[in-house]
């Protein structure tokens, strides 16, 4: 019997929108790349392969006719792709040495994927924005749009097409073209790609807009977004503000909305006739379905159960579909009927604890947060989650985490602080040049509330995050040394400042973009909120961390350097105030917890937040579960697999030489 399915990633929609491809996560850890007909029934599965190990940087692309293609990257840089058939074996195309984007073909090409690459120089075909050639002496560099074939008959499988000066942003299939966004010395430009035009004529821009429409002016940014009906839509800076556009091949439209006020509107689809959007809109915690008519301006509202949208959809003569999940609705595909007012979802899983939405105390205002299991007032185990970003949020969405620590009787907030994105500018923007400021401030709020309102005899919360969440939750232990009953840290970085030194240029740009460099405490920054701790270097604030810490950081994370858990295991275990645990699994990446719930590792966490809160009494006797205690550094793929005495398996404490891609 198949296990059921937690989560489902990396998913694709093929260019007919009559057929999808995603990767999903079964209960026992599993992983399969599964096939999807959207049919006029409703989503049928066609295909599930097996994958028999954790691939990092998964890219997957459906195919119109239902096959699909799987990108991987393996240890020392490699990307291998294969092609899938639901009736056939697998055909390795790869390897190939530079990494490819992989992206949905043209319609009609022949081809079975588009691919990009990027390299540095200057020996373009045609110019990222009119009049270009590049930055200074090639310093934007060159984008290499690809042909991705099957090989057969002795035709490479990977053929250069066209390049672009600059780096391509949003890539749209517009029919038989491309449309693309160059950007070259910071300004974006929209350019289109035909593969059947000359070789020198293969590259032109978007569209010039008619005279006399409304528009912004042309050498304003834009970027493309989608693309649907024969039009493409695009992201547009005027003297207002960002607005949305309409393309063809005539003439820019600017639009005069969709807006929800201090809700977040992300655009996901055109429909067959180019003249409706759909969008979903964010309101803190919560999803919403939209259609905007844009030539009406009017927004219906699509009635569906509470829960989380995804942003990949597809719109065909069927339908509309767009990924789901809400807390008793594992991830599925939603859909929306033509002429149908509500959106169609995959049943309620019995079994299952749902989530729901509380406003709780922070240092700047209330903060809203999800929260699973029981009532954290009655006493019992409780954790606090901290997502990753920092430009992210906590959904009613399915979180297979969650699940299994609230079946354990453990109480899971899920705050979605300062710095969270979905609650207007002002709250994402609070941690602009302060990461470890409001966000941090707010944390150390919502335990203080949390703790007084249960009670000196209840269990002191514990607090859990991954990525920047795990960075800010060892903050948190930082801060307050005696306030948490114990500390899960999976995928840390140990300060902005060696995160930036050992980061690929995504790293370095989010870090920029979020103002990561004037962090409270760093040289030349100015200190916010008063905490006292000074700069927020984990490795230099060790000695504060009184609580137990479990540490966990995949051996392949190629988004934060794994380097940078063994200097903080390290750092902890000579500190000697409070017992460390480090598990660096060999075969897991960055996402080494959050999506297998039935491993050893997430029961390792499931028993470590429900072991015996030491100041505050005997936990294990209420709870009737036994956490083991110890002091150990282990490194290894199980638990079991512990090396004792501070010995840390791998290349060193201070080699942080591996990539980073993204603080995420």
């Known amino acids: 019997m198949t296990p059921p399915t937690l989560s489902r990633g990396a998913l694709r929609f093929s260019p007919d929108g009559l057929r999808a491809v995603c990767v ?70 790869g390897p190939c040495p530079a990494p490819l984007r992989l992206l949905a073909a043209p319609t009609g090409s022949g081809w079975l994927a588009t691919a990009v690459s990027y390299e540095v120089g200057d020996d373009a075909d045609s110019p990222g924005g009119p009049g270009s050639s590049g930055g200074p002496d090639g310093a934007d560099g060159v984008s290499t749009v690809h042909r991705i074939g099957d090989g057969a008959d002795g035709v490479a499988w990977l053929t250069p097409v066209a390049r672009i000066a600059g780096r391509l942003g949003g890539i749209a299939v517009h029919g038989s073209r491309l449309a693309v966004t160059a950007v070259v010395a910071g300004v974006p430009t929209p350019l289109l790609i035909d593969p059947d035009a ?135 595909l939603g859909w929306l009927p033509p002429g149908a007012t509500a959106l169609r979802t995959a049943p309620a899983r019995p079994g299952l604890h749902a989530g729901r939405l509380e406003r709780l105390p922070g240092a700047g205002g209330s903060v809203e947060a999800v929260v699973h299991g029981p009532d954290w007032r009655t006493g019992g185990p409780l954790v606090v989650a901290l997502h990753g970003g920092p430009d992210r949020h906590w959904t009613l969405g399915f979180e297979p985490l969650f699940q299994l620590l609230a ?24 941690i602009r040049g302060a990461w470890g400021g409001p966000d941090l401030a707010d944390v150390r709020a919502l335990r203080a509330h949390l703790d007084r309102e249960r009670g000196p005899h209840a269990p002191r919360p514990a ?68 905490d006292g701790l000074g700069p927020r270097d984990l490795e230099r604030l060790a000695p504060r961390v009184r609580t137990p810490v479990l540490l966990i950081h995949g051996r392949r994370d190629e988004t934060i350097p794994v380097a940078h858990s063994r200097a903080l295991a390290r750092a902890l275990t000579d500190a000697g105030h409070a017992p460390v645990t480090y598990r660096e699994p060999a075969d897991r990446g960055h996402q080494a917890v959050s999506a297998r719930p039935g491993t050893p590792l997430a029961r390792e966490i499931t028993d470590f937040l429900t072991r015996p809160d030491p100041a505050r009494g005997p936990l294990a006797a209420r709870t009737g ?40």
């Open 625 to 664: 579960r036994h956490g083991g205690g110890g002091t150990a550094v282990a490194s290894g793929d199980r638990p079991d697999e512990t090396a004792r005495g501070g010995d840390i398996h791998g290349d060193g404490v201070r080699d942080r030489g591996a990539p980073a891609a993204a603080a995420r």
């Open 407 to 430: 079946a354990a009787g453990i109480t899971v907030v899920a705050a979605n602080q300062r710095g969270s994105t979905g609650y207007g500018r002002a709250h994402a923007d609070a």
């Open 198 to 332: 000359p070789a020198g004529l293969r590259v032109t821009p978007l569209t010039a807009p008619a005279d006399g429409t409304p528009t912004a002016d042309r050498a304003e940014a834009r970027h493309v977004v989608l693309a649907g009906g024969g039009r493409v839509l695009l992201a547009v800076r005027t003297a207002a503000g960002m607005r949305l556009a309409l393309a063809d091949d005539s003439a820019v439209r600017l639009l005069d909305g969709p807006s929800a006020g201090e809700a977040t509107v992300t655009p996901v689809a055109l429909d067959p006739a180019g003249t409706t959007l759909a969008v979903t809109v964010s309101r803190g915690a919560r999803s919403e379905l939209a259609l905007y008519g844009t030539d009406s301006g009017e927004l219906r509202r699509v009635a569906l159960p509470p829960g989380h949208l995804g942003s990949e959809a597809a719109w065909s003569a069927r339908g509309l579909w767009l990924p789901y999940s809400a807390p008793t609705r594992p991830a599925s």
């Open 24 to 93: 999903a996560v079964d209960a026992d850890g599993g992983r399969c790349l599964e096939t999807w007909h959207l049919t006029d029934g409703g989503p049928r599965r066609a295909l599930r392969n097996p994958l028999h190990r954790d691939l990092p940087l998964t890219q997957c692309v459906a195919l119109d006719d239902g096959r699909a293609l799987l990108s991987w990257h393996e240890p020392g840089g490699h990307q291998h792709l294969e092609l899938l058939a639901p009736d056939g074996p697998a055909r390795r195309l």
């Open 463 to 530: 607090v859990h995050g991954s990525s920047y969440g795990a960075f800010l939750a060892l903050l948190a232990a930082a801060a307050d040394p005696e306030g948490w009953s114990g500390c899960v840290a999976v995928a840390p970085f140990t300060s902005v400042p060696a995160l930036y030194a050992d980061g690929h240029p995504p790293t370095r740009n989010l870090i920029d973009r979020l103002g990561g460099h004037d962090a409270p405490g760093v040289p030349g920054a100015p200190e916010a909120g008063g």
